[in-house]
């Protein structure tokens, strides 16, 4: 790049930023129009809710929202016909959305964030469920239902059932995720790569209760394509847990070169709802470090994974990427393409002796939670 243009890219991209609009180094999609949300009144709404509700139905380029610093209590929706839409935070802590629903079997209706559109992107946003029963009951903080969705950086916090993987082919990075009972379930076809699961029961007593469920995912045939994959994430926390539950009877969990806690029961898997198909439900960890990571006194059942279907779910190009929507998706800069392309490449050679040796998680934790 010669001088000049250095130059005056550096002076766009400073001017830019002070009006708080979006960076320049797009690498995907480019987007047509910027939104801002700001409660103080100085963006073009005060309420998320309203924002999306100014997209022009079935929109096809991609539309930026960007709310600023502040708590948004509202209970928000993106409904199907507004697709294309980038949502964007000032960090994953300062921009917080947080309702409160719950304490009924409408599960799905209680989200405080739900996404029924594909074609979405989040960044540098926190979603929060508040709903505190008289005993732990389902109260979503996210509910992610459409196809080709991405979370960067984004916080779900909830105790029962916070991220909703409903349905769909999702990408999760650097995020981080609180919750006790099956708090990431669902039926959804997506990998978890360098984030950070919190085991917490919050308000309630875990004593009462005995170890939780990290996740619940819901494979119902053996040819469905969904299942859960958790690539170099973090699992820490202040209750104990199970890795999961199976769902229903294809049910599929692969943890893979993870660091797990000692909040990682022993046992680490609850036949949950998988009792009379103990052999087809998936569950494995490869290459998981950390005191909770010692398989000695894992459970026996569950069907093992063939190397070919392995490597297949580990690949993001073979398991969710196939028409390359992760990079045509708009994202921040070209050093996260290229972080996340890199990543991509990076050859699996799965190997289904776990190495116990504990690394302390700290390093990585400060890491995904400083990065951008
Ligand atoms: C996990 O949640 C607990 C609250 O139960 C909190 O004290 C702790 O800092 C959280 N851990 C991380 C890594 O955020
Ligand atoms: C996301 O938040 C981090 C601070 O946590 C900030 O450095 C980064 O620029 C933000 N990214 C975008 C695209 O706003």
Redesign the pocket.
């Given at each position: 790049m010669s001088f000049p243009c250095f130059i005056i890219l550096y002076l766009t991209t400073f001017m830019l930023h002070l009006v708080y609009m979006p960076l320049t180094m797009y690498v995907g999609e480019v987007i047509s129009h910027v939104i801002v949300v700001d409660q103080s009144g100085y963006g073009h709404f005060r309420k998320l809710q309203e924002a999306i509700d100014s997209v022009p139905p079935n929109n096809r380029e991609w539309i930026e929202i960007q709310v600023r610093a502040g708590v948004y209590r509202e209970k928000v929706i993106i409904p199907v016909n507004k697709p294309y839409i980038s949502l964007v935070g000032a960090s994953i802590s300062n921009t917080v959305v947080q309702w409160w629903g719950g304490g009924g079997s409408d599960t799905l209706e209680y989200s405080t964030f739900s996404v029924f559109s594909s074609n979405f992107v989040a960044r540098n946003i926190t979603f929060k469920n508040l709903f505190r029963g008289a005993v732990i009951s389902q109260a979503p903080a996210v509910l992610v239902y459409g196809d080709k969705i991405a979370f960067y950086k984004c916080g779900f916090i909830g105790v029962q059932d916070t991220l909703t993987d409903f349905m769909g082919r999702h990408f999760f990075e650097g995020c981080?995720i609180?919750g006790y009972i099956d708090f990431i379930w669902g039926y959804g076809q997506s990998i978890y790569h360098g984030c950070?699961i919190?085991?917490?029961?919050?308000p309630y007593d875990d004593r009462i209760y005995g170890a939780g469920y990290i996740t619940a995912q819901g494979r119902i045939n053996m040819e469905d394509n969904d299942g859960f994959v958790f690539k170099y994430c973090?699992v820490?926390?202040?209750?104990y847990a199970y890795l999961g539950r199976p769902y229903q009877t294809y049910s599929r969990v692969i943890f893979y070169k993870s660091y797990l806690s000692n909040n990682v029961v022993p046992q680490g898997w609850n036949l949950g709802f998988a009792l009379g198909h103990v052999g087809s439900v998936t569950h494995d960890e490869i290459e998981c470090t950390g005191p909770g990571a010692d398989t000695s006194q894992r459970v026996k059942w569950g069907r093992s994974l063939a190397y070919n279907e392995l490597t297949y779910l580990l690949n993001p190009n073979t398991f969710i990427n196939q028409d390359n929507w992760i990079q045509n998706q708009p994202l921040p800069t070209k050093e996260r393409w290229t972080t996340s392309n890199s990543l991509f490449r990076s050859s699996q050679q799965p190997q289904k002796d776990p190495g116990n040796q504990c690394r302390g998680p700290i390093h990585s934790?400060s890491r995904i939670?400083e990065q951008g």
């Amino acid at each position: 790049m010669s001088f000049p243009c250095f130059i005056i890219l550096y002076l766009t991209t400073f001017m830019l930023h002070l009006v708080y609009m979006p960076l320049t180094m797009y690498v995907g999609e480019v987007i047509s129009h910027v939104i801002v949300v700001d409660q103080s009144g100085y963006g073009h709404f005060r309420k998320l809710q309203e924002a999306i509700d100014s997209v022009p139905p079935n929109n096809r380029e991609w539309i930026e929202i960007q709310v600023r610093a502040g708590v948004y209590r509202e209970k928000v929706i993106i409904p199907v016909n507004k697709p294309y839409i980038s949502l964007v935070g000032a960090s994953i802590s300062n921009t917080v959305v947080q309702w409160w629903g719950g304490g009924g079997s409408d599960t799905l209706e209680y989200s405080t964030f739900s996404v029924f559109s594909s074609n979405f992107v989040a960044r540098n946003i926190t979603f929060k469920n508040l709903f505190r029963g008289a005993v732990i009951s389902q109260a979503p903080a996210v509910l992610v239902y459409g196809d080709k969705i991405a979370f960067y950086k984004c916080g779900f916090i909830g105790v029962q059932d916070t991220l909703t993987d409903f349905m769909g082919r999702h990408f999760f990075e650097g995020c981080y995720i609180e919750g006790y009972i099956d708090f990431i379930w669902g039926y959804g076809q997506s990998i978890y790569h360098g984030c950070i699961i919190n085991v917490t029961s919050g308000p309630y007593d875990d004593r009462i209760y005995g170890a939780g469920y990290i996740t619940a995912q819901g494979r119902i045939n053996m040819e469905d394509n969904d299942g859960f994959v958790f690539k170099y994430c973090i699992v820490v926390g202040k209750s104990y847990a199970y890795l999961g539950r199976p769902y229903q009877t294809y049910s599929r969990v692969i943890f893979y070169k993870s660091y797990l806690s000692n909040n990682v029961v022993p046992q680490g898997w609850n036949l949950g709802f998988a009792l009379g198909h103990v052999g087809s439900v998936t569950h494995d960890e490869i290459e998981c470090t950390g005191p909770g990571a010692d398989t000695s006194q894992r459970v026996k059942w569950g069907r093992s994974l063939a190397y070919n279907e392995l490597t297949y779910l580990l690949n993001p190009n073979t398991f969710i990427n196939q028409d390359n929507w992760i990079q045509n998706q708009p994202l921040p800069t070209k050093e996260r393409w290229t972080t996340s392309n890199s990543l991509f490449r990076s050859s699996q050679q799965p190997q289904k002796d776990p190495g116990n040796q504990c690394r302390g998680p700290i390093h990585s934790l400060s890491r995904i939670l400083e990065q951008g």
